[in-house]
């Protein structure tokens, strides 16, 4: 099996910054996919930053310029370093990755969510 497990949500005023990060573990040979998603309260899901499996990165437009997602490929981690916070960045954020073992792949993996409230 393979797991995500987040840490470095919680509360920042306006204007401040958080890191969170997100480890995978488990019975892994390739993480193909990797990144971070929110979940405002009362609204869906929304993609934030992700590593594709081609290498490259997404932002969502709403915090490109603030937010930075990063990897240490020897820890399978991502971070999401998150600067000049706002109220709207008040969320739930979730790991999510797709993971292949020798065996089987994991292709909707999901952590168990951090939260962030940013107050203003």
């Known amino acids: 099996q393979v797991q995500l497990v987040e840490s470095g949500g919680g509360l920042v005023q306006a204007g401040g910054s958080l890191r969170l990060s997100c480890a995978a573990s488990g019975n892994i040979f390739r993480i193909n996919a990797m990144g971070w998603y929110r979940q405002p309260p009362g609204k869906q899901r929304e993609l934030v930053a992700l590593?594709?499996?081609?290498?490259?990165?997404n932002y969502a437009d709403s915090v490109k310029g603030r937010f930075t997602i990063s990897r240490d490929n020897a820890k399978n981690t991502v971070y999401l370093q998150m600067n000049s916070l706002k109220p709207e960045d008040t969320a739930v954020y979730y790991c999510?990755?797709?993971?292949?073992?020798?065996?089987?792949?994991?292709?909707?993996?999901w952590g168990q969510g951090t939260q962030v409230t940013v107050s203003s």
């Open positions: 999510s990755a797709d993971i292949s073992s020798r065996s089987r792949r994991f292709s909707a993996l």
């Open positions: 590593f594709t499996s081609v290498g490259s990165t």
